[in-house]
């Protein structure tokens, strides 16, 4: 007979998720948890990660579960540290990551449903993360705390994975109980995704497979499930073995390495062609968002004409944005190979289709075009350049985290991944402030890769203070901060609807010396003001051992119209046909 406190069977039940971290600034109302942490944190191999800002940690969170596809775990104070949970939450919810935040409330004696009485720190909490979140849930006794940490986990990676929130009171953590009197197991005993990967209808994979077969020209088009689903091999292999063009959605850049003869980068023409002139499009993983058009014709075929076979983990997923006419609801990987093998028993591989070579083309005019940007600059820099020397000088399976506006823009077009889940942005929210933070959360996940940021400096400068995170905790990524000294995108926006800037917008910021601002809180510094000083700068950079930051100048003007920023345009303002017939 052991009684043991609610802090200790909460981290208990997190140990049984084999949770390594916890990012959490500490707090009064679950000294508990933070009390069994100490005690059997070693044995568990589960550290505590303190961010200086709790959105940070969502990102850290969000980062970890992107590279691991597992989930992970954020903790905030009753009040304020939750409330800052928040917009780290919201990013979550739209990018799809699955991070279990866990907030505490002051004691049920005077906690939340007293809010009108002045307690201190207490507010309507489990209300607005409802809305935030996939699933809020909130434990009012000692014993339901194993139910609740597993539900927790359950919703979060069930389907399309999301973050959830569970609001622990302070009594439930301070208080005994029996350990013998509840069950904690692994989460092979009570969650689908951790049991079976969710293999697709047989009958309707061999439809799909005839439907593959009998067409010319497929286009297998996989977004960010195929990736969190680590499907890069399985749908690599399906297309090279039918002869199909593979394009991905841009969170799921890297799934076939660009390098690959029948990869097409997707921001280039090239893809745009497959997805519009295919017979039939195989499209694994994604929901066909407004980035790519929706789904809709005439950036893609029209349904009438062109069939779609659509693989999604997440059944409400099917059919979203575009009439479906085969719909394989499983794991993307799982179900790829499932179609492959069906494939296999009905002919042999065949040679890639001839149209590849043709898009391919098409796709390096546009590299080259992309490259006499960038060479046109001279010494002087555009994103490009970071973009370009960053793709050279880091090794292939290296990690870049994205961030900022046009800097993403540009960043996210002219970048090449050659790995999968190698590419991190908030492409679905576009959340500034991110990046960064991605950067030290896919640091966590994989310290033995080298982890890099291309931000923009108006993003940076969200999350900045987790500098001093990364330098006690010894994470030594490596922040290229694109300069134009600007909220650059807001310039493109006023070009757009006014055709002029406005300087009360206070588009432009005061001058900040960000190498300097990384040096003041321990790490390494560069300034780099030609494109020639970049690589002994990353270079000095690696060597240091640090996190570290350079401050890149680039040219404020090219920052304003970045390439690619046409379709953007054209998409919003449903000018997708004139667009494909001005690049026909
Ligand atoms: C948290 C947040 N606030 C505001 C915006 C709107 N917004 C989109 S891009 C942008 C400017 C970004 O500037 P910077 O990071 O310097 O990148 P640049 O465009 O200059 O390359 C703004 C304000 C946003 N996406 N996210
Ligand atoms: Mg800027």
Not at 88 to 115: F, H, K, M, W
Not at 219 to 224: F, K
Not at 408 to 434: D, P
Request: hydrophobic share 40%.
């Amino acid at each position: 007979m052991a009684e043991i406190t609610g802090g200790e069977l909460l981290l208990k039940c997190l140990h049984a998720e084999n949770v390594r971290y916890v990012h959490a600034i500490t707090d009064g109302t679950y000294m508990m948890f933070l009390e069994a942490l100490e005690r059997l944190g070693g044995e568990y191999d589960m550290e505590l990660i303190v961010p200086r800002h709790e959105a940070a940690a969502v990102h850290f969170a969000e980062a970890y579960a992107r590279v691991t596809s597992g989930p992970a775990v954020v903790m905030a104070c009753a009040g304020p540290g939750a409330a800052n949970l928040l917009s780290g939450l919201i990013c979550a919810q739209a990018e799809g990551n699955p991070v279990i935040a866990i907030t505490t409330t002051r004691r049920s004696d005077i906690g939340d449903s007293y809010v009108h009485q002045a307690g201190m720190q207490v507010g309507n909490q489990h209300d607005y993360f409802k809305a935030a979140v996939k699933w809020s849930g909130k434990v009012d006794h000692w014993q339901r705390i194993p139910d609740m940490v597993r539900h927790a986990f359950r919703m979060a990676m069930a389907g399309r994975p999301g973050p959830v929130h569970l609001l622990v009171p302070q009594d439930v953590l301070d208080r005994y109980g029996e350990r013998d009197s509840v069950e904690i197991y692994p989460p092979e005993k009570y969650r689908a995704s951790a049991m079976t990967r969710g293999a697709a209808d047989p009958d309707l994979v061999r439809e799909a497979a005839e439907l593959l077969v009998g067409s010319d020209l497929v286009n297998l088009h996989a977004g960010n499930g195929a990736e969190r689903g680590g499907a890069g091999g399985a749908v690599t292999a399906l297309a090279e073995y039918l002869g199909m063009p593979l394009t991905t959605s841009s969170r799921a850049q890297g799934l076939m390495p660009s390098s690959h003869p029948m990869a097409l980068h997707m921001a280039s023409p090239g893809s745009r062609l497959a997805h519009a002139e295919s017979d039939t499009l195989l499209v694994i993983g994604t929901r066909l968002g407004e980035l790519v058009g929706f789904g809709k014709a005439p950036i893609w075929g029209d349904p009438a004409t062109t069939k779609t076979i659509q693989i999604d983990i997440e059944a409400t997923n099917i059919g979203l944005n575009r009439p479906v006419d085969i719909a394989l609801v499983g794991d993307a990987k799982v179900v790829a190979e499932q179609l492959l093998a069906e494939i296999k028993t009905l002919v042999d591989p065949r040679a890639p289709h001839s149209k590849i070579a043709e898009y391919r083309g098409y796709q390096d005019q546009w590299r080259a075009g992309l490259d006499s940007i960038v060479a046109g600059y001279g010494e002087a820099m555009c994103v490009g350049t970071l973009v370009k020397t960053c793709d050279e000088f880091f090794d292939e399976q290296s990690i870049l985290t994205v961030d900022g506006g046009n800097t993403q823009w540009w960043t996210l077009n002219a970048h090449f991944a050659q790995a999968e889940r190698a590419t991190i942005s908030s492409g679905q929210f576009g959340h500034l402030g991110s990046g960064f933070p991605y950067a030290i959360g896919a640091k966590l996940a994989a310290p033995d890769k080298t982890v890099y940021c291309i931000t923009g400096d108006s993003a940076f400068a969200f999350n900045l203070q987790e500098l001093e995170t990364a330098v006690r905790e010894k994470l030594p990524v490596v922040v290229l901060v694109s300069v134009d000294g600007a909220w650059g995108m807001e310039k493109t926006a006023q070009a757009r609807t006014w055709g002029r800037e406005a300087p009360w917008f206070c588009i432009e910021h005061s001058p900040v010396r960000y190498d300097k601002v990384c040096e003041a809180m321990g790490g390494h510094g560069e300034y780099v003001a030609k494109a020639s000083e970049l690589v002994p700068a990353l270079a000095r950079a690696v060597a240091s051992g640090k996190p570290a930051v350079l401050h890149c100048v680039i040219e404020p003007e090219s920052n304003i119209q970045p390439p690619g920023i046409e379709v953007w345009n054209a998409l919003r303002a449903g000018k997708a046909a004139e667009l494909l017939a001005q690049q026909a």
